[in-house]
């Protein structure tokens, strides 16, 4: 966890802002989740990359379903640690997507070595794959925005999030948002602001990827990075904290990446 917490850091020097902004009030910053992203090949899917966490006692607890963005997601939960973070990946669907896109994939992942792959940590290894092509990015980019940042960033933390719940003056996420857009902050306002409901049991927002400058075999360009997310939930009717995801909102979640939306 502290080396995918290290490197997502390195991707986004925004969220290093927000996180000391919440430990100089006094709080303490305590992760609802952490998101990964992959395609469905069978060397690098999500049953692949949950290797570590299940290991360490991680079990299998949602799955869910983007047909717009050719998605599929789990999410895994450690048993008795209320503290541990949940983890969710999700994978692109391959076999709907263009035969450039497929040709691309196999492309990259032909070149990995198999050290890489039978990684153990694979989920925090980065991009295994030689230097990307801008232009290449921008054709995946109006394709899938999903598939053109894991072509440049490859395998880490696409986000991690905040647990409001954990914070103590901060009780709400309408409070959140306004402390983070008072210093200055840009939230993924795709969806509205606020992503969800109580009546959902999960209220969630995000802020808008920071830009890095990534090295591409063309040159050097600035692209959206990583960026950080907010939840806030609720108790079901039998009194239980709502632990899963909501789809139309995840769904809205993952366009903190895109890069018309600066
Ligand atoms: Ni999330």
Redesign the pocket.
Known sequence: MESIWTDYLIQNHETKKVFNLFTQLGEEVIND?I?FRTFNDPRVCIDVLAKPFVAAGYVSKGEYHFEAKRLYAKHYELEGDAHAPRI?ISELKLEEMSSFLRETVMDILNQASEEDLGHHLLVNKGRIWAKPSFKVYEKLRMESEYASWLYVYGFRAN?F?VSINALKNYPSIEAVNQLLKDKGFLLNSSGGEIKGSPEELLE?SSTLAGNLAIEFEEAVYDIPSCFY?F?RRYKDNNGQLYGGFIAKS?DK?FESTDFYQK
Do not use: P, R, Y
């Open positions: 989740h998101a969710f986000h999030t969630q997310e939840a995840a979640i």
